[in-house]
């Protein structure tokens, strides 16, 4: 099949709007796709879906299982006037496609466009096909946590959410997400303040596994720290804001300082110097810049009380943030990390949003444990969920040997095995029907889970070339 197939079905599915938590849409188009085929297509109440496709050759041996998950992490620029409703219109160049002020969803939207021109050809060989579409994968694994696996006959499972082509992954961490919140109490200032909203600009954002040990800058722990910087200033917060997804590094932020007008130009150049402090910091990494916006003085203005913004400022200041540890059973793999993901305010609670990540089971226990002891002195609730386990190497795969020499004949280059410091939903495979021989692969995905996020032309076809060929021989 024409390459210009998968294509067609990739911008119908960024079309769609899909972020975690509203995938009935996606869900039913695709349902709808598979029985308009004659295909078996079974839909949960959580949207998730298995569609079955019998195999198109004879005696074409065990069934293959394929999967990738519904939803995107949708994420846009300050400025973009994009209306989520709208869905993503895909653009493209001559090495790329990618989006207009807006993330692509090309995770994990390629994945799903694959699945479709498979599950609509009539002209490529391969075994009976059990197609895996699951939901909320982007905000902690719940598809797969909930879905009902026992009727797969499959034992061969490929996951089809990986970013990097010729890199087949093996192995990947677990995670847990983290709701930190304060009951914000605020009060109101008598005498006249200036007030000035600083916002942070140029930051890169990205995935909070696989970019976290980039050195990237997360705009909440900036924050923390601009707020720690004027400690001893005579400033009041309020519109302390910083939205985003806990499984994306936070790239936007902002802060409205209520200050007294003799000491207006003090604080303004406090926080220039803070600026100059982050940019020869991100120098070689990242971008940063802040734009302040100075009203008039006022009378009234409602500000956090003293005690809240102390506490969201300490607890800003010692949680833990990127790189907790490297593991030593693989060279260069990042063990345990922690992300600050989004900090917003909904009816008086400021909630800040976490992800944790570790293939050692203990380590992300403790690291869960430290942020227990940070709660418990500085915030009013701390939930821990979506407790997601890890995929561990397997060191016979009949599967991943055959996937690798194939790779490596077509396309004349070496193969390379690897483990993720990312949730793959790999683990819950694996957990659920014990014995599946599991790859994840996928073509080149860049900066997903940003504004910038780019998918290349090139991959894709390379990959829908590789798939192809991999079911021929699986038959």
Not at 409 to 426: N, S, Y
């Amino acid at each position: 099949m024409d390459i210009e197939k998968v294509i067609s079905y990739f911008k119908k599915v960024c079309s769609i709007p899909r972020a975690s938590g509203d995938e009935k849409a996606i869900s039913d188009y695709i349902a709808d796709f598979a029985r308009e085929r004659g295909l078996e297509a079974v839909q949960d109440s959580h949207y998730n879906i298995i569609i079955r496709k019998p195999a198109t050759v004879p005696d074409a041996g065990e069934p293959v299982i394929l999967q990738g998950h519904l939803d995107m992490v949708y994420v846009k620029e300050n400025d973009s006037s994009h209306v989520y409703a709208d869905g993503i219109e895909v653009k493209e160049d001559d090495e790329y496609f990618y989006a207009d002020g807006t993330s692509l969803g090309s995770d994990n939207g390629i994945a799903i466009a694959y699945c479709l021109a498979l599950l609509d050809s009539d002209d490529i060989a391969h075994p009976d096909l059990e197609v895996i579409f699951t939901v909320q994968e982007e905000v902690g694994l719940i598809g797969a946590d909930v879905i009902d696996i026992s009727s797969l006959k499959g034992t061969r499972f490929i996951n089809l959410d990986s970013e990097e082509e010729g890199v087949f992954y093996t192995s990947c961490a677990g995670g847990l997400r983290c709701r930190m919140a304060w009951d914000v109490e605020t009060e109101t200032l008598k005498e006249a303040r200036v007030p000035l909203k600083v916002a942070f600009q140029g930051l890169a954002g990205g995935h909070s596994g696989i970019n976290i040990g980039m050195g990237l800058g997360n705009s909440i722990v900036l924050l923390g720290r601009l707020l720690y910087a004027l400690r001893d200033m005579q400033i009041r917060i309020n519109d302390l804001d910083a939205p985003g997804k806990a499984n994306a590094i936070a790239s936007n932020g902002a802060v409205c300082f209520y200050i007294k007008p003799e000491d207006l130009d003090p604080v303004k150049a406090k926080i220039r110097e803070v600026e100059k402090t982050f940019q020869a910091e991100l120098q070689y990494t990242d971008s940063i810049s802040f734009q302040l916006d100075e009203g008039s003085p006022l009378e009234g203005a409602v500000v956090y009380t003293e005690m809240y913004q102390k506490k969201i400022m300490n607890s800003l200041m010692l949680l833990p943030y990127g790189v907790a540890g490297y593991s030593f059973a693989i060279e260069g793999l990042i063990e345990t990390s922690m992300n600050m993901g989004a900090l917003t305010l909904e009816d008086g609670r400021l909630t800040l949003l976490m992800s944790l990540r570790s293939s050692v089971e203990s380590q992300k226990y403790m690291l869960r444990d430290k942020i227990q002891i940070i709660a418990d002195e500085y915030c009013d609730t701390c939930i821990f969920e979506n407790d997601y386990p890890g995929w561990q190497y397997r060191k016979e795969s009949p599967l991943r040997e055959k996937a690798i020499a194939l790779y490596e004949k077509l396309f004349d280059k070496k193969a390379e095995v690897a483990a993720i410091h990312a949730g793959l939903e790999c683990g819950y495979w694996d957990n659920k029907k014990p014995g599946l021989d599991i790859i994840s692969t996928g073509p080149n995905l860049y900066d997903v889970h940003s504004t910038k996020e780019k998918v290349s032309k090139e991959s894709i076809a390379h990959m829908w070339l590789y798939l192809t060929e991999l079911l021929k021989e699986l038959a």
